[in-house]
């Protein structure tokens, strides 16, 4: 079975069941989560992403944006996806952290790693 990923999509979390498996908004698509959703939750921006085979359409649910109010007060409030001990944050300044008991990058064809300076342990 093949399976494809789209695009990240946001979809406004209306409820969460008692496994932590918030509904959302816009859409009936069978949710998989990465991580347990709380309560407190409900009316925030859950990140998702379609997967799409043959027989069902399923939206993964990877985490929620942060709240507008809260990164108004501070203009370097990255956007964070986590997951259990990983994380990837990416600031509005260009700067991307990712953080990981393993980071793996797999490319086809190159990696092309261009920086003032590359701390290397």
Request: charged share 15%.
């Amino acid at each position: 079975m093949t399976m494809t990923l789209s695009t990240f999509q946001l979809h406004r979390i209306l409820s969460v069941n008692a496994a932590g498996v918030p509904q959302l908004e816009g859409t009936n698509a069978q949710v998989l989560t990465t991580t347990r959703f709380t309560p407190d939750t409900v009316g925030q921006q859950a990140v998702c992403q379609t997967v799409r085979d043959a027989d069902v359409s399923t939206l993964i649910a990877l985490g929620v944006t942060a709240d507008a109010a809260d990164s108004a007060a501070d203009d370097n409030t990255p956007l964070v996806l986590r997951t259990g001990d990983a994380s990837l944050a990416l600031y509005p300044d260009g700067r991307i952290r990712m953080t990981g008991e393993d980071i793996a990058i797999d490319a086809a064809t190159g990696l092309n790693l261009v920086a003032a300076r590359i701390d290397l342990n």
